[in-house]
């Protein structure tokens, strides 16, 4: 399970000097390793790209078990494999941008607070769209704790079971419904706290 | 397993969450004896919840051991999973099931139950809570007392031998309380189950409590004995960020005026020991 709330951690409490670094220069780097993602076309020019990612990542001394989260979407890039036709050249493509593009992701999010990079994000964007990006961050923290109770919950009362396959399947398939009520319902729940406090289309951040 | 016998036993166990706060789980260990109904006190944060997450499993510690039927639920929980019901402290994170019926039946056909058997172990539960006026409905729309039933009807359909409970009286009204108490207490007496739970309301704890564990700063285990023995106590449980018992507080206060009746911790025990007092009292009279 992705542990959010530890990456949350590592970025308030990081010490080293890519955690001190500027929240803007960060993000203003993030963009640059999305151009260099979106224009490199050869794979010699992203494998370095995606060596001085790493190096960055390992010279801020972030945990090996937070480097999982950078291949996750590697999962959905084996898709190319067969789109392409199993063209190899085509496939490293597809992987190191994939690789580039999130492990940039990650290394921000494990050096920079997330108010720090929505704060940044606010005076180039509007403020509107950068709310929504930030309730939707924050969703994320509650999605996935809501599905960790739901996972507990199925496996507490006997819900996932390799000898029952179809009903386990069954019961999965159920528990995504019920995130889904849930998580709409927290949501909805949340918007009306935040109206009752005031809010006015725009979370001003600490600093600002 | 015999009455008495050990069905949980932890041992100084530490868990560490995401966001490095170190629970410790020490002091006494953590012992629950078959047909025993154990509660456990403590301030907000103190790790009551955390101990019951490794009891079911869901957490497992760095350090120590935890023992349930004999076996650690953190690597072989699929093997005493049927002995244990569990009530969550947020039951809607517990109830799965589209309606009330499906819910309490969901448990007993994962298990592989035969459905007329299911049905007639459902009926059973609804029946014992009195919630078949509410067996239809969708779960979403029931009340926060209802949906505390039905999380309880889901955990005792398949009639275990623990039950595990995370506050759960939390947000009920009095009546529901008074309710939830019968039920359990009727179940420790005509079916031997044994249950543990963690609660904030003192003024329960003495009805519904065999064995009583205090919990204060972050997992330490500091008293066990029951109810009576550790409120009468009480100048040394204000570090637990507690207040004593009502009829605790009361009566403290008529010895201090020159009354002692004594210290009783429930309703009908006040009442007999005024009753007894005012008696004797009469005789000495005439």
Redesign the interface.
């Known amino acids: 399970m992705i542990?959010l709330?530890?990456l949350?951690?590592l970025a308030a409490?990081g010490k080293s000097w890519l955690h001190r670094l500027s929240p803007k220069l960060k993000i203003i780097g993030m963009a640059f390793v999305l151009l260099g993602i979106v224009t490199l076309r050869d794979p010699s020019g992203l494998l370095l790209l995606y060596m001085v990612l790493l190096s960055l990542f390992f010279i801020s001394r972030i945990p090996l078990k937070i480097f999982s989260l950078t291949l996750y979407p590697l999962i959905f890039a084996s898709l190319f494999i067969f789109i392409s036709g199993f063209q190899i050249l085509f496939i490293l493509l597809i992987f190191l941008k994939v690789l580039c593009g999130s492990t940039g992701v990650v290394l921000l999010l494990a050096t920079t607070p997330y108010p720090s990079i929505f704060r940044a994000l606010g005076r180039v964007l509007p403020s509107i769209f950068v709310t929504a990006l930030f309730l939707t961050y924050r969703s994320i923290f509650i999605l996935l704790t809501?599905f960790e109770?739901?996972q507990?919950?199925?496996?507490?009362?006997?819900?996932l079971?390799w000898r029952?396959p179809w009903?386990s399947l069954i019961?999965i398939s159920?528990?995504f419904g019920?995130l889904i009520?849930?998580g709409i319902?927290a949501s909805e729940r949340m918007y009306e706290s935040m109206v009752l406090r005031g809010f006015k289309n725009k979370i001003h951040y600490r600093g600002e | 397993m015999r009455d008495g016998e050990k069905i949980v036993e932890v041992d100084c166990i530490t868990h560490v969450?995401?966001?490095?706060t170190k629970v410790q789980i020490c002091g006494l260990d953590f012992i629950v004896n078959r047909g025993e109904r154990v509660s456990i006190l403590g301030s907000n944060g103190c790790g009551k919840t955390t101990l019951l997450k490794h009891l079911?499993g869901?957490l497992v510690p760095r350090d120590g051991s935890v023992k349930v039927f004999g076996l650690d639920p953190g690597k072989e929980?699929?093997k005493i999973?049927?002995k244990?019901g569990?009530v969550?402290q947020?039951v809607?994170?517990?109830?799965?099931?589209?309606t009330v019926y499906d819910d309490i039946l969901?448990?007993p056909?994962?298990?592989?139950i035969p459905k007329a058997k299911a049905e007639a172990l459902a009926k059973d539960v609804i029946d014992r809570l009195n919630i078949g006026s509410i067996q239809g409905k969708i779960v979403?729309y029931l009340s926060g007392g209802e949906k505390k039933k039905v999380a309880l009807a889901?955990a005792l359909v398949l009639e275990p031998e623990l039950l595990i409970l995370d506050e759960p009286f939390t947000g009920l009204d009095p009546m529901s309380k008074r309710d939830l108490i019968r039920i359990l207490n009727e179940l420790n007496g005509e079916k031997g189950i044994t249950f543990i739970m963690t609660l904030h309301e003192v003024d329960l704890v003495s009805e519904v409590t065999d064995v009583l564990y205090l919990m204060h700063g972050h997992g330490d285990l500091s008293e066990r004995g029951r109810p009576d023995e550790i409120f009468g106590r009480f100048k040394d449980l204000e570090h637990f960020n507690l207040e004593e018992p009502t009829l605790t507080k009361l009566f403290k206060g008529l010895k201090k005026e020159g009354l002692d009746f004594g210290d009783p911790l429930r309703i009908d025990e006040a009442i007999r020991s005024i009753k007894n007092h005012w008696d004797e009292n009469l005789k000495n009279r005439s």
């Open positions: 542990q709330s530890y949350d951690y409490e809501v109770e739901t507990h919950a199925l496996h507490l009362r006997g819900g079971q029952h009903r019961n159920n528990a019920h009520i849930q319902d | 969450y995401p966001d490095m079911l869901i929980y699929s999973r049927e244990i569990v969550m947020d809607d994170e517990q109830i799965l099931g589209p969901f448990a056909l994962n298990y592989g979403h889901g």
